[in-house]
């Protein structure tokens, strides 16, 4: 896989009430990736971010009903594998990350020989860092990965991440719906595929709210936990991986 005009590059932006920025999201991508196709997966909004597609002619995948991130997710996956993309980039709707990483993501992806380029934001520790509570959970996970796995990872639930085309077609038949995150990093350690990490800079979220409140993060840190157990433990057969029944 070579790196620029060859590599079929799609920016999957799953957005869920992101109307006031999802103008500038795309902005960023024409302007600062440019050789990125780019779908927005629109999660049942109740805001108008529908209107806001429709008006700016934008690629757009109108979801009936709300399946969260990880519903969101997946079918930005069964449309680049449904397409033909050798790239499937998380850019998400909320105008935290920045589209001029995405080169980088792809370089290492290609030279590394990797299935999945995640962003972290704790390597040179610039840019937002999120908040305490947050930093604990991300800790605690990292941790989590590791004596499961033996991967160390610093950003197990960071969104920004470039999955080539093997993960493209895991990730398009296996997805967790709450919370993905660091629960298809076990599942890709489990099966041998290869996850590395750049360091990027992200922006505080310009509009909207995060969907993890202080009052659900209890909840958060046990599900995934056991998810995470239950991803560690499954093995994915390849002919369930590479059907071509999307």
Known sequence: MCVGDTMKVLAIIPAY??????????????????????????DCSTDNTRDVCRENGFNVINLPFNLGIGGAMQTGYKYALRHGYDV?????????????????????????????????????????????????????????????????????????????????????????????????LVLLARNGYKMLEISVEMKTRSAGKSSITPLKSIYYMVKVSLSMLFAWKEQVQPTDAFSANV
């Open 17 to 42: 009430n992101e109307a006031e920025t999802l103008e500038s999201v795309v902005e960023d991508i024409r302007e600062n990736a440019p050789q990125c196709d780019y779908v927005i997966v629109n």
């Open 88 to 184: 499937a980039v998380q850019i998400d709707g909320d105008g935290q990350h920045m589209a001029h990483y995405i080169d980088g993501a792809l370089e290492k992806l290609a030279a590394e020989n990797a299935d999945l380029i995640i962003g972290s934001r704790y390597i040179d520790k610039e840019g937002f860092q999120s908040g305490a509570l947050r930093r604990m959970g991300i800790k605690y996970f990292a941790w989590l990965i590791r004596l499961l796995t033996g991967k160390r990872v610093t950003d197990p639930t960071s969104g920004f991440r470039a999955a080539g085309r093997g993960a493209i077609e895991l990730f398009a038949h296996h997805y967790p719906v709450d919370f993905p995150e660091p629960e298809t």
